[in-house]
């Protein structure tokens, strides 16, 4: 088959593609919100039920917690995978880095970042945000690390063992809180009720924050690893 | 009406992308596109009309978006972002064996 | 338990003569088993252990009337003759496997679909087509004319015990099977034709080899042919006949296989022209084995009259039939006779047979084993001649019918000079023994012109065949099919949208058709 | 109030990946103990299962069992739940059952990295455990993600250029079927408002029919790709084939059964069956389904690799089984059900001596088997009795399944799938039985070898046994004896299809407890 030719045949099948799925969706009503269902009752007992302003936080951490376990237990294992694909020699690889102006400029900066990617881990129940958009500001500085110090820096700053301990902490801490949900309240995963405070105030939500806390460390130094396993080639071709 | 027009462009387009591009990265991008229309497509759609699902203190107006499509979708854009990581990774593998990220001079990746 | 028990044994049939067949079936497994004690030397534990096996599992195939039990035994004994037939060759344990695995798909498939139709034991099935297709499922597995193809060259290779067991038994066991579904009112008349051609045709391959294992091979197709021939007649004589031509032939195909066995070790050779001063050297095992030619050729006073006798006479009576059975009686004394000419008369020297029998510079070495299982055949071949209704209730009414041993003897005294005169004035048919096994003629010429493009003539072997014909055709245009499929990424890829398009639009497709 | 009731539920999930994180601490150099963890972990996961099914036993055997366990706050409507009846405690134990001897062989088998590879390992457990229990669809969308994601660096394990490129094809494919299935979960939540699948299943009625269909469609493709039918089955053969053994197995034998086990929860329990059917769309999906067997058998007979081929073989099978259930009888759930056990067995145990042998034979190259038949003599015959098992031979396990399977298509009058079946297990003999002959080759010439010139000992068989040749017998041992005992199946596999066949217990319990 010529290219062009199967160039016009991908074509016309999209298009059909297109044409049939058009046709589908085209029955499909706007979305007026819904008569029943589960959205109003979040929407009205949930502040009630988990001392959460985040709605979403809410949802994510207290009704379907279990999802957000098995969600770190994804990156978990992506993590797990994508070492185990690229283990080579850990050796501490460098490059020179960005100039001078660029690392003080980021010296000066990078504890703000911290700081930000902190605030946003810790109130997720209060502002939008949460664990894992913290996390990955946290993940960033690892990043920024890498590029503008070289990687040696970030790697003797925060080893990839280092990295790896504080993603499994970050796991284990959301077993934990899982398992203390059995113990104290009767359920798994269910809210610590008796951390309750005041709708509002930092150490409100029952459990959330610690677990938001758990997440973000977990998808932080997740998404480090990340990027450390993949950046090894590139510094190994310099050199 | 809009909403699902748009979904379906985007869709479209990231499967042309998918099907069409030799590049494997460019085909991780038609994916993450794929996903990226399902996503904006499950915002915009459950968009009625609402606030942002986020409790201001001592307030009632109860107006709020339905916040269970959103916090799905969160759960989406993370599985999302570590299977294209994963994707990644096998591309960069692969481009260590091969030398290309060409999927046409990937030998075998047609049989 | 007690309620398992009564369903277990409900699924067997204690009436009839297949208790009878089970006992028969018993008694030839011992008689292989005491042939193989020598023949064996190696490995022996396993070969037993396989017997066992097969054993039971053909006991089984012969009484059961519930079809899975049916299925499952005959796929056990297939089993376990197979692995037996490792002791000659690998390549013997495939070819026979695949055959035989083709057989019983068909024959599976046809069980299906008699159990579908309402059929949920194994019994009398009235339905014409339904009799055609389980007919067609045992003809690959007993060897039915057309179908037969495989039986010569692996029942000639195997090793001599368990040729014996293949051809007097396991083969048996479909006509067996054909035993409880044909009614015995009607027969079934494409089984009577197909029986008559098998006779003709085999007993004229038989009559033309000079191996004698292959000859033995196709003699037994030739017998089959009876088999089928008198259940396809249908009444009651003729299915008493069909009973005691399975018993006869089983007992008398043992013997031989036996003895081609010892024939074979004794001269190296399978040819008959080779077996020189054969009485002289081995005169117990030659009276073993003329005594069962003279019990396949039909002579009176021995097994095989009986049971001739029975299925000529439940013929509707014209001439024709007559002169037919005449005809089909001269072919099986011919073959039989040239192999006892060459045995026995040819080149014998007749003054000091008695000498050396009494002296016994014969080089005979005597197995006690060997000579015990030739001995059990002898006597069964002539006590059954002289007993029919032996085992009692299944046939005693064939004591009723009185054995015209006169109209026998007339018509085995007209043969016998026939073939006296044939063999004397031609020097007993020196036939060129065949240097490739079992060509058949009709599917050397299917084959030849199926694949005239190849431009090769395709020599006829089972492996041959199922390289060639089966293997390359199927393999090539599976490949073909991949090599469209596997085209490219790409198309790989857009098989999803396509996929896509056709479920969605699936409704309307399907309305259009 | 600790609510201890049923926490058995969760801790099947939870174990496993407890475990993965203790095996992601403990260094790779301490084999011992993370063997020790391992079997630990496993063992005390089958016991978990095999517990709530002996102190449930009354219940399962009225099929009235049912167990549940709630996630966080029972009383607000949405909650995630698990739930057991009796059709995923089936699928549960047999899935443990199963994992628990491959991870016995692949302590043996998989010597370095063996702390990553058995913390991915029991990820994959710990998602297939979760995707059979839950009884939310959201959840069901994480799991299914969860395993495509954890099996994929298990693919890419052995590090080289054919295995990086099978893991990328197999992402890429069970990606695009994620994606469908988020569309269809997030359709369903705009029309009915919640995601536990009993609600759903109750209210799935009231969607107006363009929306049902649109749903179902989604879910079809994102189901069809993950078990590998025909137009979108390309990553199967060569994930299935290019990972270590124990990986194949757990692929091929496990999880395309946890794939069919979601599609009955789909289409039987979430979207009744009666809805599928209105569409027309089940006519579609079982001839899709046949064809996708026939085409599966036809790739396996042309491929040279014997993992492809068994790859290939698994795409019939798994044909085979989604069209039987889509007759939606009761027939043919029993046929389906017990050939996905017969399957699971067979494939297992057929990936993991070929693992076994690769020892022996460096390569799955057919050319590179010439003479494993006569070096690993034991093991070979193991894998000769599953082949054979697989083909459908009758005292195993594979003719019983195809039995019932035939009969299945033949009690609803679908000849097309009976000759399906028919056809697949005959093309299946041929691929066989080439890799077998091969087997037996020897170095020096075509010729192959009597069982003559070999020795059989059993001094020899136990003198060379160890963990993987055990779980190697045992698969085997298993295949034969529930081939006699498939009877102890009938009971389980009965009240799974009472499940089945009443979605409504199901949409009771979860709702009402």
């Known amino acids: ?239 | 009406m809009f909403n699902n027009l748009i979904f379906i462009i985007l869709f479209m387009l990231g499967l042309y992308t998918l099907i069409m591009k030799k590049n494997l990265i460019k085909m991780v991008i038609g994916l993450n596109l794929m996903e990226a229309a399902v996503f904006l497509w499950v915002i915009a759609f459950s968009d009625t009309g609402g606030r942002i699902s986020i409790h201001k203190l001592a307030e009632t107006n109860f107006n709020f978006n339905d916040p269970v499509p959103q916090a799905l979708t969160l759960t989406g854009i993370v599985i999302g972002a570590s299977t294209a990581a994963l994707l990644l990774t096998l591309i960069i593998e692969l481009n260590k064996f091969t030398g290309t990220i060409d999927r046409d001079q990937i030998e075998g990746l047609n049989d | 338990m007690t309620v398992l028990w009564q369903q277990f044994s409900a699924s067997f049939i204690w009436q009839s003569y297949f208790p009878l067949l089970a006992g028969v079936g018993i008694i030839l497994t011992l008689m292989t088993s005491l042939a193989a004690w020598k023949y064996f030397a190696r490995n022996r534990v396993f070969y037993y252990l396989l017997t066992l096996l097969y054993l039971l599992s053909s006991t089984i195939v012969i009484l059961t009337n519930n079809w899975f039990l049916f299925l499952f035994g005959w796929e056990l004994v297939t089993l376990t003759t197979a692995l037996m037939l490792a002791w000659s060759s690998w390549r013997l344990v495939r070819q026979y496997f695949i055959i035989q695995f083709f057989g019983s798909s068909i024959l599976l498939l046809a069980a299906l679909t008699a159990i579908s139709f309402g059929y949920n034991k194994i019994g009398i099935i009235n339905s014409n087509w339904l009799q055609l297709l389980l007919i067609l499922g045992v003809a690959m597995k007993s060897g039915l004319f057309l179908f037969h193809f495989w039986l010569p060259p692996i029942h000639a290779e195997a090793p001599a015990p368990v040729s014996a067991i293949l051809s007097g038994w396991v083969v048996k066991l479909g006509y067996i099977f054909l035993l409880k579904i044909i009614p015995i009112t009607t027969g079934n008349k494409f089984l009577y034709l197909l029986g008559l051609l098998m006779i003709i045709y085999a007993g004229w391959q038989a009559f033309r080899s000079a191996d004698l294992k292959i000859m033995l091979a196709y003699s037994t197709i030739s017998q089959l042919g009876l088999i089928a021939l008198a259940i396809g007649t249908g009444g009651r004589y003729a299915f008493a006949g069909a009973v005691l031509q399975i018993i006869g032939h089983g007992f008398a195909k043992t013997t031989l296989f036996i003895s081609s066995g010892i024939w074979q070790q004794e001269y190296g050779s399978r040819i008959i022209y080779d077996f020189k001063n054969a009485v002289f050297r081995r005169p117990l095992t030659s009276a073993a084995t003329l005594l069962s030619f003279l019990s396949l050729s039909g002579l009176v006073f021995t097994a095989g009259y009986n049971s001739k006798y029975l299925i000529k006479s439940a013929q509707i009576g014209d001439n024709f039939a007559g002169l037919l059975f005449f005809g089909l009686g001269l072919l099986s004394f011919l073959y039989s006779f040239r192999i006892i000419y060459w045995f026995f008369i040819k080149n014998q020297n007749y003054h000091n047979f008695k000498k050396n029998l009494l002296f016994k510079n014969n080089n005979y070495s005597y197995y006690f084993s060997d000579l015990a299982a030739l001995l059990v055949g002898s006597l069964v071949l002539i006590i059954a001649a002289f007993w029919p209704e032996m085992p009692g209730d299944s046939l005693a009414f064939l004591a009723a019918k009185d054995f015209h041993l006169l109209i026998g003897l007339r018509d085995n005294l007209i043969y016998l000079v026939i073939v006296g005169y044939l063999l004397i004035s031609q020097t007993g048919f020196i036939v060129q023994p065949r240097t490739q096994l079992s060509l058949e003629n009709y599917l050397q010429s299917f084959l030849n012109f199926s694949y005239s493009i190849s431009r090769k003539s395709i020599i006829f072997d089972t492996e041959r065949i199922f390289e060639s014909f089966f293997y390359r055709a199927i393999y090539n245009s599976a490949h073909k099919l991949y090599k469209f499929v596997y085209q490219d990424f790409t198309m790989q890829l857009l098989w999803i949208p396509i996929f896509l398009t056709i479920i969605l639009f699936w409704q309307q497709l399907y309305a259009l058709f | 109030m600790m609510n201890w009731m049923n926490i058995e539920l969760i801790l099947l999930i939870l174990m496993p990946i407890l475990t993965a994180v203790m095996l992601c601490f403990s260094s790779e150099s301490n084999h011992k103990i993370n063997i020790t963890i391992t079997l630990t972990s496993i063992s005390l996961e089958l016991y978990f299962i095999t517990a709530l099914l002996v102190s449930n036993f009354a219940a399962v055997k009225n099929a009235s069992f049912f167990l549940q366990y709630t996630i966080g706050r029972a009383e607000s409507p949405f909650v995630i739940n698990f739930a057991l009846d009796n059709l995923s405690l089936f699928f549960s134990l047999i899935v443990t059952a199963a994992v628990f001897l491959i991870v016995i062989f692949s302590v043996k088998y998989v010597e370095d990295r063996a702390n990553q590879f058995f913390a991915l390992f029991f990820l994959v457990l710990a998602a297939i455990q979760g995707s059979i229990l839950t009884a939310d669809l959201f959840t069901l969308y994480l799991f299914i993600e969860a395993i495509t994601i954890f099996t994929t660096p298990l693919i890419a394990f052995k590090k080289n250029e054919t295995t990086t490129r099978a893991a990328l094809q197999y992402l890429f494919y069970g990606l695009i079927g994620g994606v469908f299935f988020f569309i269809s979960i997030i359709l369903i939540y705009f029309e009915l408002g919640t995601l536990r699948m009993a609600e759903v299943a109750a209210a799935f009625v009231n969607i107006e029919p363009g929306m049902q269909l649109t749903i179902i469609i989604f879910f079809l493709l994102a189901l069809l790709i993950k078990l590998g039918i025909f137009p979108i089955h390309f990553w199967l053969p060569r994930a299935h084939s290019a990972c270590p053994a124990p990986i194949s197995a757990l692929l091929s034998g496990v999880l395309l059964k946890v794939y069919l086990y979601i599609f009955m929860r789909i289409f039987w329990t979430v979207i009744s069956f009666t809805i599928l059917s209105r569409f027309q769309l089940h006519h579609f999906i079982l001839e899709l389904a046949l064809f996708s067997s026939l085409v599966g058998h036809l790739f396996a007979l042309q491929s040279d690799n014997l993992k492809k081929m068994l790859a290939y073989s698994s795409i019939g099978h798994i044909g085979m089984i989604l069209a039987v259930l889509l007759l939606n009888t009761k027939a043919a759930f029993y046929g389906a059900i017990l050939h996905i056990i017969a399957h699971l067995l067979m494939k297992s145990a057929l990936f993991l001596s070929t693992g076994y042998l690769l020892q022996t034979t460096l390569s799955y190259q057919i050319s590179d088997l010439k003479g494993v038949g006569h070096k690993n003599r034991s093991v070979f015959v193991a894998f000769i009795i599953v082949c054979l098992a697989t083909i459908g031979m009758p005292p195993l396990f594979g003719f019983v399944s195809k039995w019932y399977v035939l009969l299945a298509f033949l009690e609803s009058q679908h000849y097309f799938g009976a000759f399906v079946v028919g056809a697949g297990s005959l093309i299946a003999l041929i691929y066989y039985l080439r890799y077998i002959s091969q087997a037996y080759l020897t170095f020096k010439g075509s010729e192959t070898v009597s069982i003559w010139q070999e020795n059989l000992s059993f001094k020899e068989f136990f003198s060379s046994f160890n963990a993987m040749k055990a779980v190697i017998y045992l698969f085997t041992f298993l295949i034969i004896f529930f081939g006699f005992s498939f009877k102890f199946f009938s009971m389980p596999i009965d009240t799974a299809i009472f499940e089945l066949l009443n979605p409504q217990k199901y949409i009771d319990l979860v709702l009402g407890g």
């Open chain 1, 1 to 239: 088959m010529t290219g062009l030719l199967k160039k016009i045949l991908i074509i016309v099948v999209l298009l059909f593609t297109t044409l049939a799925l058009y046709l589908n969706f085209i029955l499909m009503p706007e979305y007026q919100g819904l008569k029943t269902g589960v959205s109003n009752y979040i929407i009205q007992s949930a502040l009630r039920d988990t001392g959460s302003l985040n709605l979403i936080t809410a949802v994510l951490y207290d009704y379907r917690a279990f999802d957000s376990l098995g969600e770190s237990t994804v990156i978990f294992g992506a993590v797990s995978g994508i070492v185990l694909i690229l283990s080579r020699k850990m050796l501490p690889v460098s490059s020179k880095g960005l100039s001078f102006i660029v690392k003080r400029t980021l010296g000066i900066i990078t504890p703000f970042i911290g700081l930000f990617g902190l605030y946003v881990i810790s109130h997720g129940h209060l502002s939008p945000g949460g664990g894992f958009q913290g996390g990955v500001i946290l993940a960033a500085i690892s990043i920024i690390f890498s590029i503008v110090y070289g990687s040696a820096f970030d790697y003797r700053r925060y080893s990839p063992q280092k990295k790896t301990i504080l993603e499994t902490g970050g796991a284990l801490t959301f077993l934990t809180i899982g398992l203390a949900g059995l113990f104290f309240e009767g359920a798994f995963l269910h809210n610590l009720n008796f951390l309750t405070a005041e709708p509002g105030t930092l150490l409100s939500a029952g459990s959330i924050p610690y677990i938001n806390i758990g997440v973000g460390f977990k998808v932080g130094a997740g998404l480090a690893i990340i990027f450390y396993s993949m950046i090894q080639k590139t510094f190994e071709e310099d050199y």
